[in-house]
């Protein structure tokens, strides 16, 4: 990791307004998405921990762990997806979608169409969209995080490499109101979440 620079992945104005508007336009169909039997919830935040492994956001890392946790997840098999080594743990049915998820969020989301083809092939059409889907929204969830974090970072001297000072600025304090209270709540980071949960 280079202490200079601030190396998580962040908005650019020009992504954010499409990410934004890519949500917003399938809002219902990712609240179907969401509640797909064919994936499940607890399926669905393993999903959300390995793309926000990739990304690093500390506000999705500390909620997700404490989604999982209360979902029955196993301690254990939280931290393999934290640390990307779930390979093991990971059933039959789930690690198909697992690492698709972590081969669009290290592809910032430009997957090579063999994975996307082989994703439809084992979950079919609609589950894969869905699986995308939720991809999509944690991946924006990651973007933000990190994001909000990149103007403190720029302040105390480790800014985000072609980044604007003014754009994270703005960002910064636009989101402060929803942002700030996780950033007190998460402090102590997932793993404190995890350990306290054994």
Not at 9 to 18: E, G
Not at 19 to 35: H, N, T, V, Y
Request: glycine content about 6%.
């Amino acid at each position: 990791m280079n202490s200079t620079t601030f190396d998580k992945r962040i908005f650019s104005p020009r992504v954010l307004v499409a990410d934004l508007g890519f949500l917003l336009s399938r809002a219902p169909a990712i609240g179907r998405a969401m509640r797909n039997p064919d994936i499940g919830r607890a399926f669905v935040e393993k999903i959300m921990i390995v793309v926000t492994a990739v990304n690093g956001c500390t506000y999705c890392s500390w909620f997700h762990a404490r989604q999982a946790v209360a979902g029955g997840i196993a301690n254990e098999e939280i931290r393999e997806l934290f640390d990307l080594q779930f390979h093991a743990s990971a059933s039959e049915r789930e690690l198909p979608a697992l690492l698709f998820a972590q081969h669009f969020a290290e592809t910032n989301r430009h997957p090579d169409p063999e994975m996307t083809a082989r994703l439809q092939a084992v979950y079919g059409e609609r589950t894969a969209a869905d699986i995308v889907l939720v991809i999509r929204t944690i991946f924006f969830g990651n973007l933000f995080g990190n994001t909000f974090d990149a103007f403190p970072s720029r302040l105390a001297g480790r800014p985000a490499e072609n980044s604007s000072a003014l754009f994270e600025f703005v960002f910064f304090v636009l989101g402060a109101w929803f942002m700030l209270p996780l950033r007190w709540l998460s402090r102590d980071g997932h793993e404190a979440t995890i350990a306290s949960a054994s």
